[in-house]
């Protein structure tokens, strides 16, 4: 356990007034940019122990206020067995969980942090992509963990999986199914895992010596059936079409398979499709979609362990967790 | 406007002391559930000017607690676009959204109440089925909306949809394309959409002279996709399968074409299917699945603005919106 900490602890390890700390906590707005970092920085090597006392966990259960759990879209039935994961821990340890459905911005990260403020947040668990100021204001204000989706340049520990790794097994997979015509359907550039997936699919086209059709390498802006569904329609009907797709995610890898039947195009005869995350809709697709299976529910449950952790004022350590291929359908040849 | 309202109101109004109207809405599990009814009913009859004092209207806007959004089932797309349309209408007037994911019961209540409470909660839209004491206390804590799923024995203000008239257009759908021997798949009798709906198919037989196998009366505990596909294979694999199915929602039409699959029946050619809410999964089946669309973006910002209404201490008025049929290829032959 760490040392119980007070803001005048900080305030001598940072070099600053006491005054100025509890500004970087409570109207960062008014502190320099630099300033703020490099408070933060004394807190997080402190633990959280002062903040501990603001936010409840020192209190008594019946006035704890709820862990929050921040996602970047609701229609997206990923996120739903993580914050399950979540509940279930939160719950051993008497808190309730609270969902935000936003992504904080450096405009709007100021107003977000007032947000969790006025519902009395103990902690905050996010899994959207944000930018390093973003998220070290946020966990200046509460203990924060970052799940699935994870900034590396932060301290803010995570639990996430290995994207590249996970990608580039789907991708050797289509390889071995007889695939030489590679495309990926990939989504916004801002996240992680994004990046992370592309990397590993260039990496096994660049090892296999496969050469790439850069129109064959899309970006979708979003993780939105409609919207991956017209770019892969585009792709599939142009006469040189691709035969496997690696698509990001499952909502992807359903829009591929519909976009493959609007083409007039086989899956898996024509085309072999995987997918990622392991959702529902990888069973409701005809045929079925070979995919990533992410264990999102431990992903959530052992963040919010680090969380509760970090709560009590103990230092959390980071978590890869394994991933693992699920053989459906659109790479089984009949 | 309704007067300002304070506890010795309510107390007099009711014929108890002022402490008893405290503990009613601190501690209600300290007093008797008639007492409760009855302070609750002069609460709601009063207006909710003292408890927009309590919960934060009349706060400035930086002191504005969230407003909080209970849903049934986080895995389920259908509440995304309603709490989509909640958060714009919330934003408008400078309040933030909260999820909660929970089915508050008897049992539960008090300790549901006390978590809203610690969240500093203005107002709650609540989407799931919940028992008339128990919607009375959470109302009694603080404005609250029902929202898709209605109690239809409280006074507590409602948005929602006739699921009886649009099961009726549905089935009459299914009779008009030829199918005689119909079924159903529905979901848990707790929910009165799942009771309307079911009624409307049954009077839509019963008008039209159609006997009805009791095996294809399907109902399933949960809205969930694995469950619906096990119960909609035993029916499909029988040697007398139905040749039409009204499925209650678009996760249980995926299940039942899932099924029909796997038994080796055509759709639409053998089996037509009609589903219900218009979600994306409605359109990543094959085939596509015909469906009833709900209004949901239309259903939560209406939702949010009659809260909003009630936190300022106006009357809200319940409202029906209009459903339609939208048919796609499980009910167009070929």
Redesign the interface.
């Known amino acids: 356990m760490a040392k119980k900490m007070t803001i005048d602890l900080v305030a001598q390890r940072a070099g600053v007034s006491p005054a100025t700390v509890s500004r970087v906590i409570n109207h960062p707005e008014l502190v320099s940019a630099k300033t703020t970092a490099r408070v933060n920085a004394c807190i997080r090597e402190l633990g959280y122990a002062s903040l501990v006392d603001r936010y409840g966990t020192a209190r008594p259960p019946?006035?704890?206020?709820?862990i929050?759990v921040n996602i970047p879209?609701?229609?997206n039935?990923f996120?739903?067995?993580i914050?399950?994961g979540v509940?279930d821990s939160a719950r051993t340890a008497g808190y309730?969980?609270?969902?935000?459905?936003d992504t904080p911005r450096q405009s709007t990260v100021g107003a977000y942090c007032?947000?969790l403020r006025?519902?009395?947040?103990s902690g905050l668990i996010t899994m959207c992509s944000l930018s390093t100021e973003t998220i070290e204001r946020i966990d200046a204000t509460l203990p924060t963990i970052q799940c699935a989706e994870n900034n590396p340049e932060t301290d803010v520990p995570y639990v996430t999986i290995d994207d590249r790794s996970a990608a580039r097994v789907a991708v050797e997979h289509l390889i071995s199914c007889g695939c030489r015509r590679l495309a990926i359907v990939s989504g916004p550039e801002s996240y992680k895992y994004a990046r992370g997936r592309m990397e590993g699919f260039l990496s096994v086209a660049r090892e296999r010596g496969i050469d790439l059709d850069p129109n064959w390498i899309l970006q979708v802006p979003d993780n939105n059936?409609?919207l991956a569904c017209s770019a892969a329609c585009h792709m599939l009907e142009s006469e040189n079409a691709p035969d496997g797709v690696f698509a990001c995610s499952d909502t992807y890898g359903?829009a591929v398979?519909?976009a493959a039947?609007r083409a007039g195009l086989s899956v898996p005869d024509d085309l072999m499709v995987v997918g990622f995350d392991n959702i529902?809709?990888a069973?409701?697709?005809?045929p079925t979609l070979t995919t990533v299976n992410q264990p999102r529910y431990r992903m959530g449950y052992s963040a919010c362990n680090l969380l509760l952790e970090r709560m009590r004022g103990g230092a959390a350590r980071s978590m890869t967790l394994e991933t693992e291929l699920i053989v459906r359908e659109s790479t089984t040849r009949r």
Not at 118 to 121: L, Y
Not at 283 to 286: F, K, R, S
């Open positions: 019946e006035e704890r206020g709820p929050v879209w609701l229609d039935p996120y739903s067995e914050v399950h509940r309730d969980v609270l969902i935000s459905w007032a947000s006025r519902s009395n947040a059936y409609e359903a398979i519909r039947r529902d809709i069973t409701m697709t005809t």
